[in-house]
């Protein structure tokens, strides 16, 4: 993989991520079904957003791990707004703030759940949505178990 | 406290004002950059030639063009991102160049229209991890509205309430700018307007967000001796404190709530994170007005917590029932604010807190103020008096 400055998908008019340099074992991992996080070989602390050093000891040595894909919404809104034409068909939507069972906090979506089922605290689990056929996101639905 | 700042309270002030909002689309941003400072000379009555030091804004014109345009040569020139919440970092800034003598007068001039020619815009939610508001545009994590609505989720989850308790800062804001002659929203509003408004980012409904505008300012900065024989009363700085920064200081929320990878507490400020009452030698019940960044509502609830207004919490409560407002008990964004004034990227604030000391807002004027105080949700003010 390679880092992309594409900033709309042409075929659906959808928003892309960028994909930095140093963030690519972090996409190649969604696109393989796994979430890779960084993870200090130092101090062992696991962060997010993906820098280039460890943000507690500043070590640049780190391991890109698993992680279990559990963890529990911390944070949600509901856009009632599409800002773009892609949103249209969206709207309402929700962006969560998901708390991982390792600590860290992402910023995502819920796929499978109903706006109404979304609440502050309910378990949820990690899914892959393959929004190209080079970039794969990082999603969440409510916990099967 | 240091002997430099103890010997710094009151020897600096701002002497000059300009301030117009609107919409102006014939005209470029050094168009309106120069009207401003030109009637911000008219407004202290000094000439363009004293003035030896200018900040301006990191987009828009450069600096040596404008200054070009403006026929004016400087021995301190600054251009940076002097918006939103970096406005009062730029007038401490001014304060301290004028203080170590590096510059007499500083001239903060600002000229902006909505939609910039020739510049991109929105590329900032695409910056390496998050955008500054916490942008995730794969996501549809979509422009500033985001930061203030997953601060507002966190503030009402962990303290109850919702967006009912947003509506009287909106309806306060919109009182005041009808008072206010150069106000671009004035029609009358009422909570009940407020509560159908529609939904933008819930749980913000359209009534909590400002608008953008085109529009020009310009504070000149002087020494307290100089500002005396100015046109216009002195409005002296006399403490100040900086933004603050972090994880635990996501921008558009206040610490403690939680938002991203801050820790969740209940805040209280300490001492230090309340740096600026001690420079001037003031505490909170020494302020006549409070100006706040009130680009969304919630963040007035902020900035009452962070500067320890109200209690964790409490400050949902305490803008009900027209503390807020004008003859309140504590009067808050008298010009209407960013969300009824206009939004002239945060310059018309620091301007109404100049307007208000010096007792030449009309119908507005907060009666006998003496001190008022600019701070925002993260942390940063200064404190000014007449």
């Given at each position: 993989m390679?880092?992309s400055?594409?900033?709309?998908?042409?075929k659906?008019?959808?928003?892309l991520?960028?994909?930095?340099?140093?963030?690519?074992p972090?996409w190649e991992?969604?696109?393989?079904?796994?979430l890779?996080?960084?993870r200090?070989?130092a101090?062992?602390?696991?962060w997010?957003?993906?820098g280039?050093?460890?943000?507690?000891c500043?070590?640049?040595?780190?391991t890109w791990v698993?992680?279990?894909?559990?963890?529990v919404?911390?944070?949600?809104v509901?856009?009632?707004?599409?800002?773009?034409?892609?949103?249209?068909?969206?709207?309402?939507y929700a962006?969560?703030q998901?708390?991982?069972?390792e600590?860290?906090?992402?910023t995502?979506?819920?796929?499978d759940?109903p706006?109404?089922?979304i609440k502050?605290g309910?378990?949820?689990e990690a899914?892959y949505?393959?929004?190209?056929?080079e970039?794969t996101?990082?999603?969440?639905r409510?916990?099967?178990? | 406290m240091?002997e430099?700042?103890r010997a710094f309270?009151?020897?600096?002030?701002?002497?000059?004002v300009s301030?117009?909002?609107?919409?102006?689309?014939?005209?470029?941003a050094?168009s309106?950059?120069?009207e401003?400072f030109?009637?911000?000379?008219?407004?202290?009555?000094?000439?363009?030639?004293?003035?030896?030091?200018?900040?301006c804004?990191?987009?828009?014109s450069?600096y040596?063009r404008?200054?070009e345009?403006?026929?004016?040569n400087v021995?301190?020139a600054h251009?940076?991102?002097?918006?939103?919440?970096f406005?009062?970092?730029t007038?401490?800034?001014?304060?301290?160049v004028?203080?170590?003598?590096?510059?007499?007068?500083v001239a903060?001039?600002?000229?902006k229209?909505?939609k910039p020619?020739?510049?991109p815009?929105?590329l900032?939610?695409?910056r390496?991890?998050?955008?500054?508001?916490?942008?995730?545009p794969?996501?549809?994590a979509?422009?500033p509205?985001f930061?203030?609505?997953?601060?507002?989720k966190?503030?009402f989850?962990m303290y109850?309430g919702?967006?009912e308790?947003l509506?009287?800062?909106?309806?306060?804001?919109r009182?005041h700018?009808?008072?206010?002659?150069?106000a671009?929203?004035?029609e009358?509003m009422?909570?009940?307007?407020?509560?159908?408004?529609p939904?933008?980012?819930d749980p913000?409904r359209l009534?909590d967000?400002?608008?953008?505008?085109d529009?020009?300012?310009?504070l000149?900065v002087?020494?307290?001796?100089?500002?005396?024989d100015?046109?216009?009363?002195?409005?002296?700085?006399?403490?100040?404190?900086?933004?603050h920064a972090g994880p635990e200081?996501?921008?558009?929320?206040?610490?403690g709530?939680?938002v991203a990878?801050?820790?969740?507490?209940?805040?209280v400020p300490k001492?230090?994170?309340?740096?600026?009452?001690e420079m001037?030698?003031?505490?909170?019940k020494?302020i006549?007005?409070?100006?706040t960044y009130?680009?969304f509502?919630p963040?007035?609830?902020?900035?009452?917590?962070?500067?320890?207004?109200?209690?964790?919490g409490?400050?949902?409560e305490?803008?009900?029932?027209?503390r807020i407002?004008?003859?309140?008990?504590?009067?808050?964004?008298?010009?209407?604010g960013l969300l009824?004034?206009g939004?002239v990227?945060g310059?018309?604030l620091?301007?109404?807190?100049?307007r208000?000391?010096?007792?030449?807002?009309?119908?507005?004027?907060?009666?006998n103020?003496e001190?008022g105080?600019y701070a925002?949700f993260l942390?940063?003010?200064?404190?000014?008096?007449?």
């Amino acid at each position: 993989m390679k880092p992309s400055q594409l900033r709309i998908d042409e075929k659906t008019g959808r928003y892309l991520p960028m994909i930095y340099p140093e963030e690519i074992p972090f996409w190649e991992g969604l696109k393989a079904r796994k979430l890779l996080l960084q993870r200090c070989n130092a101090c062992s602390k696991v962060w997010f957003p993906i820098g280039p050093m460890c943000p507690k000891c500043l070590s640049m040595e780190f391991t890109w791990v698993p992680m279990s894909g559990r963890g529990v919404v911390h944070n949600f809104v509901v856009y009632h707004k599409a800002w773009m034409p892609y949103l249209q068909q969206k709207v309402p939507y929700a962006v969560v703030q998901v708390e991982l069972e390792e600590g860290p906090r992402m910023t995502t979506n819920m796929m499978d759940t109903p706006l109404e089922d979304i609440k502050i605290g309910m378990q949820v689990e990690a899914l892959y949505e393959d929004v190209t056929d080079e970039i794969t996101l990082l999603q969440f639905r409510a916990a099967k178990t | 406290m240091t002997e430099l700042a103890r010997a710094f309270r009151d020897k600096t002030a701002v002497c000059g004002v300009s301030n117009f909002v609107g919409s102006y689309p014939d005209r470029t941003a050094l168009s309106l950059a120069g009207e401003a400072f030109k009637l911000a000379l008219d407004d202290c009555g000094m000439h363009k030639d004293e003035i030896d030091g200018v900040i301006c804004l990191s987009f828009g014109s450069d600096y040596d063009r404008l200054l070009e345009a403006l026929g004016l040569n400087v021995r301190y020139a600054h251009q940076g991102w002097t918006h939103g919440r970096f406005i009062s970092p730029t007038v401490q800034q001014a304060a301290m160049v004028v203080g170590m003598g590096m510059a007499k007068n500083v001239a903060i001039i600002h000229g902006k229209r909505r939609k910039p020619y020739g510049q991109p815009t929105d590329l900032e939610m695409w910056r390496q991890g998050l955008g500054p508001h916490g942008e995730s545009p794969a996501y549809g994590a979509l422009r500033p509205a985001f930061g203030a609505a997953i601060a507002a989720k966190r503030y009402f989850h962990m303290y109850g309430g919702g967006n009912e308790d947003l509506a009287p800062i909106a309806v306060a804001f919109r009182k005041h700018a009808r008072l206010n002659p150069i106000a671009v929203r004035k029609e009358p509003m009422t909570l009940a307007d407020h509560q159908k408004s529609p939904w933008i980012v819930d749980p913000l409904r359209l009534f909590d967000c400002c608008q953008i505008n085109d529009g020009g300012s310009c504070l000149i900065v002087t020494s307290a001796e100089r500002a005396r024989d100015c046109k216009k009363p002195p409005v002296y700085i006399s403490g100040m404190q900086g933004v603050h920064a972090g994880p635990e200081y996501h921008n558009l929320a206040m610490p403690g709530l939680g938002v991203a990878q801050q820790t969740v507490l209940k805040y209280v400020p300490k001492p230090e994170d309340l740096y600026a009452y001690e420079m001037a030698g003031v505490t909170q019940k020494d302020i006549d007005f409070l100006v706040t960044y009130d680009a969304f509502t919630p963040l007035i609830l902020f900035a009452l917590e962070r500067f320890g207004f109200c209690g964790p919490g409490e400050a949902r409560e305490f803008v009900h029932n027209g503390r807020i407002e004008l003859g309140g008990e504590l009067p808050i964004n008298t010009s209407g604010g960013l969300l009824s004034e206009g939004h002239v990227t945060g310059w018309n604030l620091l301007v109404e807190v100049v307007r208000q000391l010096r007792h030449e807002c009309g119908e507005r004027q907060v009666k006998n103020a003496e001190i008022g105080q600019y701070a925002c949700f993260l942390g940063e003010s200064i404190i000014f008096r007449r």
